[in-house]
């Protein structure tokens, strides 16, 4: 049997491909698929392009590659067990996740002012929330250089990071997935070494000089500053409209900090500015991180001294959620908490029907909202630009396919 090969070949094959190419207003647009893979796109994310040449005329971001269900695993397990699940969302600023979601819990038990958690156990949070921040802030740098082509910054910014590691995992005995924070306060008090504060008093009274050191280098460099200046511009009302939050918001000139303006634990009780800036691109996005790891320096001097001289009310945890009975944790009613992660607002919505596990949890996670406005930051400039764009943002894709 002979076969006709030129009538088993579809007729469509022999049209002229058109496949990804569109035209508009006379123009040749091409589509083209970033991703999903690691370098660049920071994760499992497909950018879905849209060129004129090298110009992005839209971008599409593609979710959902990672997805975890991580919200509805919570139903299954009870409260306490969740915590380390909040740490995978967002494996670079995990303590703080922690405590978004301890926090949303506390506030079904009766909330601050019940005196759920002590004084100790408050500032023993925020210590290792602020020193999270550090790490967080510090990663985003080396790799944002990265994305760009430079090397050097991330051998300066893993310098400090692994430093700051080496103080959590004295905590916790962890270095990225902490699950340090508990339901009524923390884990476990500070080592049982009279030298852990006193170093990471004199590592944090010298990290301003660090920050200087990373200015010096790349502040003036003639490529960083042509690379970003101009370079993934947002209005502010656009980031008002997204519902944009953290440092990318900080950097349209709003001082939006939940840490001030809706406070929280022991903030309310420490001195510390918001650096913003009017320059929202990239290179603005840059200067406030910068900034904001002084002003993280200056609420750990304050929590350290007192957690060094201070007699704080307490223990580290509270002895009615302590041992077993955290386990056995029953919650009624909603709540909804919120913190200033390093990222933006992360927020932690609970019910509870009275049984020992959740009835319902859902996240607010800072990188899912904020990467809503890469196709504006992106609009209208080259495909190295959305590059910049991207890692301008500060994404990490287990926070945005939780």
Known sequence: MSIDYAAAVPPTYDAPSVVGMHKVDDRHLMELNMGPQHPSTHGVLRLKLLLDGEIVESVEPIIGY????????????NWTKFIPLTDRMDYLSAMNNNH??????????????????????EHLRVFAAEMSRLASHLL???TFFMDLGAITPIFYALRERETVLGFLEELCGARLTFNYMRIGGVKYDLPDDPTYLPRVREFISNFPAQVDEFERLLKQNDIIVARLNGTGPLSRQD????????????????????????PYSIYPSLDFDV????????????????????QTCRILEQVIDRLMNKQLDGLHLNPAYAGGK???????????ARIEQPKGEYGVHVIG????????VHVR?????????????????KIADLIASLGSIDIVLGDVDR
């Not at 979601?101 to 506030?107: G, I, K, M, P």
């Not at 650096?275 to 002084?294: F, H, I, K």
Request: aromatic share 6%.
């Open 365 to 381: 996670a800072p990188s899912f909202a904020n990467l809503q406005v890469l196709p504006l930051m992106a609009r209208g400039q």
């Open 140 to 142: 985003w740098m080396g």
């Open 353 to 360: 029907d009275g049984g020992l596990k959740p009835a319902r």
């Open 100 to 121: 978004g979601y301890v926090l949303a819990v506390e506030e079904l038990l009766g909330g601050p002012d019940a005196g759920v958690v002590s004084e100790r156990g």
């Open 275 to 294: 650096p913003t800036t009017t320059q929202s691109d990239c290179y603005g996005r840059l200067m406030v991180r910068w900034a904001e790891m002084v």
């Open 66 to 77: 990672l997805h975890r269900g991580s919200e509805k695993l919570a139903e299954g397990m």
């Open 326 to 336: 955290m386990l056995r944790i029953k919650a009624k009613g909603e709540a909804y």
């Open 239 to 262: 980031a008002l409209d997204w519902g944009v939050t953290g440092p990318m918001l900080r950097a349209t000139g709003i001082a939006h900090d939940l840490r001030k303006v809706s």
